[in-house]
């Protein structure tokens, strides 16, 4: 493809730099904050994204990917007003975020109508504005490759082949999900070298992670500092040994931290994920990963080309950028 969609304009591939490609400014129930607003606070849930955002920054991030959708309350006017705030390049998603269900309002209609309405948010705008999305979205968990969330891949495979813009998962790799995923994606004529599937750093492994590699897709080692699934020094080993076997250049590194979620208590997630932030990487995980045999390449490959890659962009400039152990950079 050529330019990329981002919240305050085009970008050209070359542009996207140092990215996180999963993160997340907010995520709310947007059921809760539609009956129940008071519980809200905009002012501190826009300081809490500022912060966090500002701190990659300073870290040399020069992309984040927010694949906040439907059903994680995708709100396109605070993304933008971060992305100002901050001077970020922030690319927005399209999609539905379901493990199991969608309304009766897509429930009754066709795959092709919800397909159509991803596309609107690609070409026209998000929620009535002209703010367009760059990716698509949608999300099988354990539950399953249900009716409604085949509903939903089914129509991402439409939409990514009316925009040309590319695909990201949340999946299960404890049930396999990744490769169901795949298998709808196929169906539908989806060429796999655009699909991202998230959360393949959940699993140790290996031989699963390879297998959604052999299909030709892209892996998310993206939940660094989450260890409800499993611990950091099993998400670094199975980095490690995927980039010895020579896959930096299918693996993301990413953390997808929410500067806010109401899903549970503030101090209960601190509590559970105490370096949880959109920063972990920078200051604890690369070094880590240099330490134990990752080269500068395979960082500069992860964090630099692998994101051009995925969005249809060329390789762009050769040049390798070194990530210090604080997250400042140089070039070479």
């Not at 849930?45 to 912060?51: D, H």
């Not at 790799?173 to 070298?193: F, Y």
């Not at 897709?217 to 260890?227: E, F, H, K, N, Q």
């Not at 980039?243 to 559970?272: H, N």
Request: aromatic share 8%.
């Amino acid at each position: 493809m050529g330019m990329i969609n981002s919240i305050t304009g085009k970008l050209d591939p070359s542009e996207l730099g140092c990215t996180l490609v999963h993160e997340h400014l907010r995520t709310r129930s947007e059921s809760v904050f539609a009956q129940f607003p008071h519980l809200y606070d905009e002012e501190n849930e826009f300081q809490k994204a500022v912060e966090q955002v500002n701190a990659a920054k300073d870290r040399g991030v020069q992309t984040i990917c927010d694949p906040t959708v439907m059903e994680l309350g995708r709100d396109i006017r605070f993304m933008e007003k971060v992305a100002v705030a901050t001077g970020m390049q922030i690319i927005a998603a399209t999609g539905i975020y379901s493990y199991h269900y969608i309304p009766p309002h897509f429930q009754n209609r066709s795959i092709d109508y919800m397909a159509d309405l991803f596309v609107r948010d690609i070409e026209v705008g998000v929620q009535n504005t002209s703010i367009k999305a760059g990716f698509l979205k949608c999300a099988t968990d354990a539950q399953g490759m249900t009716r409604d969330v085949e509903k939903v891949i089914r129509a991402v495979a439409r939409a990514h082949h009316k925009t040309g813009v590319p695909i990201m998962t949340h999946s299960h790799p404890a049930s396999g999900t990744g490769l169901m995923q795949l298998d709808i994606l196929e169906e539908e004529g989806v060429n796999p070298n655009n699909v991202l599937i998230g959360h393949c750093g959940d699993t140790d492994d290996v031989d699963y992670i390879l297998r959604v590699i052999d299909r030709g897709a892209y892996v998310g080692m993206d939940r660094y500092g989450i260890l409800r699934m499993i611990d950091t020094e099993s998400r670094n080993e199975t980095v490690i040994e995927l980039a010895k076997r020579g896959y930096a250049d299918r693996m993301f590194l990413s953390q997808d931290y929410c500067c806010t979620i109401d899903w549970y208590e503030p101090e209960a997630v601190k509590k559970v994920n105490p370096d949880w932030s959109f920063t972990f990487i920078f200051d604890k995980i690369i070094p880590e990963l240099k330490r134990n045999g990752v080269t500068e390449e395979q960082i500069h490959t992860m964090m630099f080309e692998n994101i051009k890659s995925w969005f249809g962009g060329q390789d762009g400039s050769k040049t390798i950028h070194t990530i210090h152990d604080k997250g400042s950079y140089t070039e070479k």
